[in-house]
């Protein structure tokens, strides 16, 4: 709640070390707090820089592109984001910024994928399940994107059958 002093120890932190990543990245986190995404994104984009473009930074100042509402910003967005999932596949908080951007562009399917990969990544097979099915009924058969569906598909129905069993197990 005291954001001002915060913003004055960040300042004085970057006075100190204006390069490092992580005081940038902490501040946009502040400003994405302080519910002023437009402020938040100049820090996180060079702290993404600065971290040789780390996927957890980025993914986060896709997030503030996002949060700025203003949809200029999310092709910029959606690439920023690709490229953190690309590098690393296992943040669900990317997959489901990605998908907030695919859901914008009213590309449905994907959407659904980005989903699908983010609750099989939360642990929740039903949900994974269902939003990869809705993905394939839409993504061309045979594409990357309807392979990777049809993976997501498979490991939560196989995660869904071993619930199953364990539960009767059980009783």
């Given at each position: 709640g005291r954001f001002d002093a915060a913003l004055n120890?960040?300042?004085?932190?970057?006075?100190?070390?204006?390069?490092?990543?992580?005081?940038?990245?902490?501040?946009?986190n502040l400003y994405l707090q302080m519910d002023?995404?437009?402020?938040a994104v100049a820090p996180l984009r060079e702290a993404t820089e600065r971290s040789g473009r780390s996927p957890l930074i980025?993914?986060?100042?896709?997030?503030?592109?996002?949060?700025?509402e203003d949809k200029k910003n999310y092709a910029e967005a959606k690439t920023i984001l690709k490229t953190a999932v690309s590098v690393?596949?296992?943040?669900?908080?990317?997959?489901?910024?990605?998908g907030m951007i695919y859901d914008q562009e009213g590309d449905t399917p994907r959407?659904?994928?980005?989903?699908?990969?983010?609750?099989?990544?939360?642990?929740?097979?039903?949900?994974?399940?269902?939003?990869?099915?809705?993905?394939?009924?839409?993504?061309?058969t045979g594409s990357p994107d309807y392979l990777r569906a049809q993976d997501i598909a498979m490991v939560s129905?196989?995660?869904?059958?071993?619930?199953?069993?364990?539960n009767r197990d059980r009783e």
């Open positions: 120890e960040f300042r004085e932190a970057l006075r100190i070390s204006p390069d490092n990543p992580n005081v940038l990245f902490d501040l946009g002023r995404p437009a402020e980025a993914s986060m100042l896709g997030h503030a592109l996002i949060s700025t690393d596949n296992e943040n669900p908080f990317a997959w489901y910024q990605l959407a659904a994928l980005a989903t699908a990969e983010r609750n099989n990544l939360e642990g929740n097979p039903k949900l994974a399940l269902a939003s990869a099915e809705m993905a394939m009924r839409g993504i061309p129905r196989t995660e869904l059958k071993k619930d199953k069993k364990g």
